[in-house]
């Protein structure tokens, strides 16, 4: 059993994506501009990009985009190990990131002791 029913979620979210297109044609055509952006440069494959991708998504908790980057990255044949390994550089980024952010928030604590 899986946590949700992803492959139904996916088509939801491009139904909704396809709704919003309708509604606002230049947003919508201005995000899948920049999207493609990357793939014109040539320098990384497409399942480098969406290995990217996927991690990406982690990091930045959206699930529509963990849905369709791993479809895209199983259609352009990343391994379940080389999810594993694009995710776990994105575990270790939040753990960083939360590193960092703690010592912004013991100066912060310290400002205080200034007042």
């Not at 793939?39 to 985009?65: Q, S």
Request: glycine share 12%; aromatic share 4%; net charge negative.
């Amino acid at each position: 059993m899986h946590m949700m029913d992803w492959n139904g979620y996916r088509d939801q979210v491009l139904a909704g994506v396809g709704g919003l297109s309708k509604l606002s044609p230049d947003t919508v055509r201005g995000y899948v501009t920049l999207g493609g952006a990357g793939t014109k440069t040539g320098h990384l494959d497409a399942k480098t990009r969406e290995l990217i991708a996927l991690a990406a998504a982690v990091t930045l908790r959206c699930d529509g985009c963990i849905t369709v980057h791993a479809q895209a990255a199983q259609k352009n044949g990343a391994s379940r190990e080389e999810i594993a390994e694009a995710l776990g550089v994105a575990i270790a980024l939040n753990a960083g990131a939360a590193l960092v952010y703690s010592t912004r928030a013991i100066d912060a604590f310290s400002a205080l002791e200034d007042l």
